[in-house]
Structures are given as C-alpha cells and as structure tokens.
C-alpha cells in the first residue's frame, strides 16, 4: 500500500524567511510525485509534477526536488500570499491512483 | 478557459437520504477522478473514469458510484447517507488517465450530513 507522510504539520514564516517543507512516500514503482497547493476553501492548485530521482523544478519563489525516497518543497523568502495548504501526492503503477499526504499548513507573517 | 466545474457548491442532507454530485471536466479531457477530503486530511481517491469506463476504484463502500457520460461529464452518487460522509467532494480532470498527465482540480462540493 502506498504511504506518503508530510512534515511538519504547520509551519509559522515571517515574510522573507526561507524553508523547506518535507514529503516522504512509499511506494511500490513510482509513476509520478505532485505537488498541490490548497487555499481554504478551494480545490487543490498544481504546482509541480517529478517522474524521476534527480528532478528539480522552479515556479518563481518554490522549487521541488525528488530522492528515491522523498521530496522537498523549498520556498526561498517566502510572502503571506504563500500561506496555504501544500500538498504532496505520488502515483505507483501498482495502486494506479493518488495517493495524498495530509499536507502542510504554511503561515507566512508580514 | 473554463476550469473544472462542479454543482451544487454546498448540499446539506440528513442521514439515509442520497445524493448525487455533478462535475464538468475542462474541454478535450477525457479523465474524471473523484476524491473525498475530510477537514484537515488530503483528498482519498474514489473513482477514476476514463472514456465512460471505470479505471480505478478507492476503497470505500458500494453505497458510493459514478459514472461518465459521452460528453464526459461524471456523476459520484452517494446512498444511505451516514454522518462520517460529510465532506469535501473533489472532481479532477485530465487528458488521459495515465500517470504522466496532470490532474486539474474543481472547487469541490461541501456536503454536510445531519
């Protein structure tokens, strides 16, 4: 069965302070890593998508990178319009769906 | 160009009533996937359809179904309401239902069981 566990929980940023968020997975042949982002009261909005160990994306201050066993999101001097849900989702060739973490809260404070 | 639309926004039911959720998938795509997302968890998959065929299922009980039309529009029908069904219902579409094609969420549908 596949996992995928994300770190932390929440997280509190001052504006312009750096960090990284965490998402760990077991899978069994791995298809494909996302990564989400969720306001309140939303749908998940796409950010990145990783196939491979290695892999590493950019979209203006978030950049995501992939290991064999997990991925991280870094925000580089993030701004309170960051503060969201981020999260983290794989796709296996064994499960044939996605399969969601339970994300990280992110504040960012001006 | 539209999103992924979903109807109705919110639905309030009582326990042992059924419900049936409407999702609209972004012109040229053709895959459906249904997910529930319970307040402080991620999206649990339901069902992936792909050209009016079921693809995948999730692990929840047989009181839940869907199906895909030919405009591949998808219904998620939800019988005998229980309490623990109250939730947020997301419906993403893709071009194809394979893994190398990015899923597009809609804004969900708050449904609320009393």
């Known amino acids: 069965e596949d996992q995928v566990t994300q770190s932390p929980e929440a997280l509190r940023l001052q504006e312009g302070e750096s960090s990284s968020l965490n998402c760990s997975y077991t899978?069994?042949?791995?298809?494909?890593l996302f990564w989400y982002r969720q306001d309140p009261g939303k749908g998940p909005e796409f950010l990145f998508t990783l196939y491979s160990a290695g892999e590493e994306k950019e979209k203006e201050r978030l950049k995501a990178t992939l290991t064999k066993k997990e991925s991280f999101l870094h925000i580089t001097a993030p701004k309170p319009e960051d503060s969201a849900t981020y999260l983290c989702a794989v796709y296996s060739g064994s499960a044939r769906q996605l399969t969601f973490g339970s994300g990280t809260q992110l504040t960012v404070l001006p | 160009d539209a999103g992924v639309t979903q109807s109705p926004t919110h639905l309030i039911k009582t326990r042992g009533q059924q419900v049936t959720l409407r999702c609209s998938p972004i012109?040229?795509?053709?895959?459906v996937s249904w997910y529930q997302q319970v307040l402080g968890q991620g999206p649990q998959f339901i069902f992936q359809y792909y050209e009016k065929e079921e693809r995948g299922r999730g692990n929840f009980p047989d009181r839940f179904s869907a199906r895909q039309f030919p405009n591949y529009s998808s219904e998620l029908n939800v019988n005998a309401l229980l309490l623990g069904d109250s939730a947020l219902y997301l419906c993403?579409?893709?071009?194809?239902?394979?893994?190398?094609?990015?899923?597009?969420f809609g804004a969900g549908t708050r449904l609320s069981v009393l």
């Open positions: 012109s040229g795509h053709k895959s």
């Open positions: 899978v069994s042949g791995l298809r494909g």
């Open positions: 993403a579409s893709s071009l194809k239902g394979t893994p190398e094609n990015i899923q597009y």
